[in-house]
């Protein structure tokens, strides 16, 4: 299991494949750190992959000889009911303890846009609440998320946001899709990005599909998956 470092991503999953002389089709990146540029050269740090050569199984698995079943009188269980009402109001006072715990004055609102609910926070102290890249805020829609998939019934995504940073973060997820894009199509090959939850990969995603000379896919496994931009094969 092979471990390269670089001050990107990118560069580091380069010289793993020049060092190795292998294609990229050949290996599959699994990410050990994210690379930080700390600031005036402190807390800086590398990114470190783990490339690793793609096996294809051809081993067949020999068939278990059979045991004659002994039937069991089944045991009588019941499922705790579902309900969507509950579990958002089980959200609600979820966060609402985080708030209260953190010492931050705050007023929390949910509203229900399709397949999504939204829990939106308003506080004077944002920053605090969503963290150096948001990562404080995602962690904690992470926990809402499946404190709703234990007692909702439908399959709802929790959005979580703090005054308006999902729509600041959106948009600059977006630049950065079109930025990468016109730098694969300079470079003719692909680009790796950084780690970053689902419904931001979603945003790379659609916002590339309609794109003539690129496109993209997700690789690697959460809450460290990324997304691959890549020259469109003609």
């Known amino acids: 299991m092979p471990t390269f470092q670089?001050?990107?991503i990118q560069k580091a999953i380069d010289l793993g494949l020049q060092t190795l002389g292998v294609a990229r089709d050949q290996v599959t990146v699994d990410v050990i750190q994210e690379g930080k540029?700390?600031?005036?050269?402190?807390?800086?740090?590398?990114?470190?992959?783990?490339?690793?050569?793609?096996v294809v199984e051809t081993q067949t698995q020999p068939i278990a000889p059979t045991k004659p079943k002994?039937?069991?009188?089944?045991?009588?269980?019941?499922?705790?009911?579902?309900?969507?009402?509950?579990?958002i109001a089980l959200v609600q006072s979820y966060l609402e303890d985080i708030v209260r715990e953190l010492e931050i004055a705050a007023t929390i609102e949910n509203t229900r846009r399709g397949d999504k609910v939204w829990f939106e926070i308003a506080t004077d102290k944002e920053a605090l609440l969503i963290g150096k890249h948001g990562k404080i805020i995602n962690a904690i829609q992470y926990l809402a998320q499946t404190e709703f998939n234990r007692f909702g019934k439908s399959k709802w995504t929790i959005m979580l946001n703090v005054g308006d940073?999902?729509?600041?973060?959106?948009?600059a997820v977006r630049r950065l899709a079109g930025k990468t894009a016109r730098e694969v199509?300079?470079?003719?090959a692909a680009v790796y990005l950084d780690p970053m939850p689902a419904f931001e990969r979603?945003?790379?995603?659609?916002?590339?599909?309609?794109?003539?000379y690129v496109e993209t896919h997700?690789?690697?496994v959460d809450p460290r998956r990324y997304v691959v931009i890549t020259p469109k094969r003609r």
């Open 202 to 212: 979603k945003a790379i995603h659609a916002e590339l599909a309609d794109n003539a």
């Open 218 to 220: 997700s690789e690697g």
């Open 165 to 171: 940073y999902r729509q600041r973060r959106d948009a």
């Open 70 to 87: 002994h039937h069991r009188p089944k045991k009588e269980t019941t499922a705790p009911k579902r309900d969507d009402q509950t579990a």
């Open 37 to 54: 540029k700390g600031l005036f050269g402190i807390g800086k740090k590398a990114a470190i992959v783990n490339l690793n050569p793609r």
């Open 185 to 188: 199509i300079a470079r003719g």
């Open 6 to 8: 670089g001050a990107t």
